[in-house]
């Protein structure tokens, strides 16, 4: 018997109906405050102008937790993006204290709020018919489950006691860490990092 599994894949998630996806704008700038540990007389607020300060060198400062993973990643992309960029956009400087950064990327995960993700996948096997001789194609089904929760990335900028988001995503997170992990916090980062307002030459 000969089976050859062809690259059909489809994904179907169950039970991520998350109630903090409807939560107002108040109680999610009280989340994100307290993740970043801000007193109540420092301003969080969304930014009208979404664009990265001008300098030669930006400092930036990773506040994922202890989701030590995404931020292994988000380092590496980070110093990775520096050798490549730095004479055309301006160096990036990883600060160990908020309160000293421009920039702020941030990524939490809610873990008191999981949930099973059910996932069913399809792959088409090629078999050997034994009463035709034949090579057919049979649709084998399969489900697994993984564990999820709600996740939000940000994207900060500091100025004095003044933080303001440029950049907002929301979805949902494995628990688990890959090399992937942060990954779209990163590429909106770079998008924000490459826009004209950055240029230096």
Not at 126 to 146: C, E, H, M, R, Y
Request: proline share 3%; charged share 20%.
């Amino acid at each position: 018997m000969r089976r050859h599994v062809l690259a059909t894949l489809i994904v179907l998630v169950a039970f991520l109906n998350f109630p903090t996806f409807a939560q107002t704008a108040d109680s999610e700038l009280a989340v994100l405050r307290a993740h970043l540990n801000l007193d109540a007389s420092v301003t969080l607020e969304l930014s009208d102008d979404p664009s990265i300060p001008i300098a030669e060198t930006l400092r930036v400062f990773i506040a994922t937790g202890l989701d030590t993973g995404v931020r292994r990643n988000l380092r590496a992309w980070i110093e990775s993006w520096t050798k490549r960029n730095a004479k055309r956009y301006g160096g990036l400087e990883l600060c160990d204290d908020s309160s000293n950064a421009d920039i702020i990327l941030v990524r939490y995960v809610l873990r008191d709020q999981i949930k099973t993700a059910v996932h069913s996948s399809t792959n088409t096997v090629t078999t050997l018919d034994i009463f035709s001789g034949k090579l057919v194609q049979t649709p084998v089904a399969q489900t697994f489950s993984s564990v999820v929760a709600p996740a939000w990335s940000y994207i900060i900028r500091r100025q004095h006691d003044r933080y303001q988001i440029l950049w907002r995503t929301t979805g949902v997170a494995s628990l688990g860490e890959g090399k992937k992990t942060g990954e779209q916090l990163f590429e909106g980062f770079k998008t924000l990092l490459q826009s004209k307002p950055r240029r230096l030459r």
